[in-house]
């Protein structure tokens, strides 16, 4: 007889940084609504950063389940929007971008330092991945 056992695979993906990753990707994805105003990015910066949005809002659902390649995943393209946000400063871009954009980077590092916590904390948990044996002949 063979028994089969689920193997939960602990995430340092906890609700306050799928919260943060959700909102930076609706926020990509929103200013796909700058393409026709008066001052707007490139469209091809404006198309790529939606694109950026739909993918961390992709990679969410895998990356909550425990898959490491989705979560990296999730990771590089906020890492990626983050950066592209940073010519905002420099390009004389209107303020309420500039406001957006800061927005992103601090959020983006705030989202960061939380699952680098969160994966320290979650490495020492055996019981997340393996079942506890029992110790026979040890009762007290």
Request: charge should be positive.
């Given at each position: 007889?063979?028994?089969?056992?689920?193997?939960?695979?602990?995430?340092?993906?906890?609700?306050?940084?799928?919260?943060?990753?959700?909102?930076?990707?609706?926020?990509?994805?929103?200013?796909?609504?700058?393409?026709?105003?008066?001052?707007?990015?490139?469209?091809?910066v404006?198309?790529?950063?939606?694109?950026?949005?739909?993918?961390?809002?992709?990679?969410?659902?895998?990356?909550?389940?425990g898959?490491?390649?989705?979560?990296?995943?999730?990771?590089?393209?906020?890492?990626?929007?983050?950066?592209?946000?940073?010519p905002?400063?420099f390009?004389?871009?209107?303020?309420?971008?500039?406001?957006?954009?800061?927005?992103?980077?601090?959020?983006?590092?705030?989202?960061l330092?939380?699952?680098?916590?969160?994966?320290?904390?979650?490495?020492?948990?055996?019981?997340?991945?393996?079942p506890?044996?029992?110790?026979?002949?040890?009762?007290?």
């Amino acid at each position: 007889m063979t028994t089969h056992q689920a193997v939960v695979r602990p995430t340092p993906l906890t609700g306050t940084v799928t919260a943060i990753f959700v909102v930076l990707g609706l926020i990509d994805v929103a200013l796909v609504g700058a393409i026709g105003s008066t001052d707007p990015p490139p469209l091809a910066v404006s198309l790529g950063v939606a694109a950026l949005g739909l993918i961390t809002l992709g990679a969410l659902v895998p990356a909550s389940r425990g898959s490491r390649s989705a979560l990296g995943t999730a990771v590089v393209v906020r890492v990626i929007s983050a950066l592209l946000a940073v010519p905002a400063f420099f390009l004389s871009a209107p303020v309420w971008v500039m406001v957006v954009e800061g927005f992103v980077i601090v959020a983006t590092i705030t989202a960061l330092f939380l699952l680098r916590r969160n994966a320290r904390g979650s490495h020492g948990s055996p019981t997340a991945t393996r079942p506890s044996i029992p110790q026979y002949g040890h009762d007290r």
